[in-house]
């Protein structure tokens, strides 16, 4: 059967959006949960910071796994079954059990490194960073839509959202497992399997590159769900006195307003993610290498470059998003988190456009453990967002105590001008030993 990269591409992405809608649709509904089964604000950080514990272990046993059987078998398990779960949920009226199975349905989330797997395997060295940013910016933008679109079409009514979120995940699965290939040629598709192995893992989790680029990643995708999962519960509870003026009332209309303003860092966090990789496709294009320290003469040093602007712009962004909250103002707030949402993007693909470079031979490997462990900051975010006695306060908190430092350890293992993936706390020789 004929296939092209462009409809493998459209595949990829159409599976990812959905999961990415049934992964965050828990926090669309946070307000009409938290009213439901009277939720204190530390529940609700709890609730919001569950979405994400799945993904760490998740991401890193699925970037095997789409290694090992290829991405389709494995995208279309991973939206079935939690399209059952979702199903399921829709029918509990018991919070724990309603808790548990959200938990399991969150699993969607580590489908992403699946599609980054897949794309890696169909587009050239040249694309990559535009096709993966169309990839993941355009799947992305499922949370956005899910907090702006879900309670306006199904107001209060969370039950009736998983049903028909799970229902159309079934559907997708199947022509996933239809339609999609695993690989551009037989030759790619047997080398990446052959490279599945406990050694080939090992070699990546250990090298300084790999493990800064997860901080990156921390950073920008780690932020970006966290912010997702806890923003609706942070304008409900921060801002209550300024959404009852602009005349929302009742939990209903306190979910619309949140879940809007919620949107606005998703929105553009994904929007820009394919311009995010297209610039860093142009910062190799052009040679730019203007930060310090960072390596100018590998072949890939202006994506470093760009990366290590991101990473800075998203720290600058979180201490100005503090600032706006102390403000009290709700419109500088939000002009805030779109430039958050902005820096975001640049950091998420900036990062993307790296690891298929990077390791060429372990897509999966490498996708798994630096989509996948990064992840674990979005768990600690809203819970330090939550701990705080303002609740504007956690953003500088996360910007001084944890990016600060991943910014600098990225530096620092940027910095080699020669083979930077062979550096790391186990020999090199483990990169050849099964080639």
């Not at 039950?159 to 559907?171: E, V």
Request: aromatic share 14%.
């Amino acid at each position: 059967m004929k296939t092209h990269k462009v409809e493998q591409l459209i595949i990829a992405t159409v599976g990812f959006f959905w999961c990415f809608l049934m992964w965050f649709s828990t926090a669309a509904f946070s307000p009409s949960i938290a009213a439901h089964y009277h939720l204190s604000i530390k529940a609700l950080g709890l609730l919001a910071s569950s979405a994400i514990w799945m993904a760490p272990i998740g991401r890193i046993l699925a970037g095997w796994a789409s290694d090992r059987f290829g991405a389709p078998k494995t995208f279309a398990f991973i939206l079935a079954g939690c399209g059952l779960v979702s199903i399921a949920s829709a029918y509990t009226t018991n919070y724990d059990l309603l808790f548990a199975e959200r938990v399991i349905v969150a699993i969607a989330g580590v489908s992403f490194v699946v599609g980054i797997q897949h794309v890696a395997q169909w587009f050239d060295e040249h694309e990559i960073g535009t096709a993966e940013g169309l990839y993941a910016g355009t799947g992305n933008v499922g949370a956005g839509a899910g907090a702006l679109i879900l309670p306006r079409i199904f107001a209060t009514d969370y039950h009736s959202a998983f049903l028909w979120l799970g229902a159309i995940a079934l559907i997708i699965a199947g022509w996933y497992l239809v339609r999609g290939r695993a690989a551009k040629t037989v030759e790619k598709r047997v080398l990446a399997k052959s490279r599945s192995d406990l050694r080939s893992t090992v070699f990546v989790w250990s090298r300084y590159i790999a493990i800064a680029l997860m901080f990156a990643y921390a950073m920008s995708f780690g932020l970006e769900i966290a912010m997702n999962a806890w923003l609706p519960g942070y304008f409900t509870h921060g801002f209550h006195a300024a959404i009852l003026a602009l005349g929302f009332t009742g939990v209903a209309g306190l979910q619309i307003a949140a879940g809007t303003f919620a949107a606005v860092q998703s929105f553009t966090a994904s929007l820009f993610r394919p311009f995010a990789g297209f610039m860093s496709d142009l910062f190799q294009r052009k040679g730019w290498t203007p930060l310090p320290f960072i390596a100018k003469t590998l072949p890939y040093a202006p994506r470093l470059h760009w990366l290590g602007i991101a990473l800075i712009l998203i720290t600058l962004a979180m201490a100005g998003l503090t600032a706006a909250g102390l403000s009290g103002s709700l419109h500088l707030s939000v002009c805030v988190l779109v430039l958050l949402g902005v820096a975001i993007s640049f950091g998420t693909g900036g990062t993307f456009a790296l690891v298929p470079l990077l390791f060429p031979d372990r897509p999966g490997a490498a996708a798994g453990f630096i989509g996948g462990v990064s992840t674990a900051a979005g768990i600690v975010y809203p819970l330090i967002y939550a701990s705080g006695a303002n609740i504007h306060m956690g953003y500088l908190t996360v910007a001084l105590t944890m990016f600060l430092p991943f910014v600098l350890f990225y530096f620092w293992a940027a910095r080699y001008e020669r083979h930077p993936e062979e550096h790391g706390f186990i020999s090199g020789a483990l990169s050849t030993e099964n080639a």
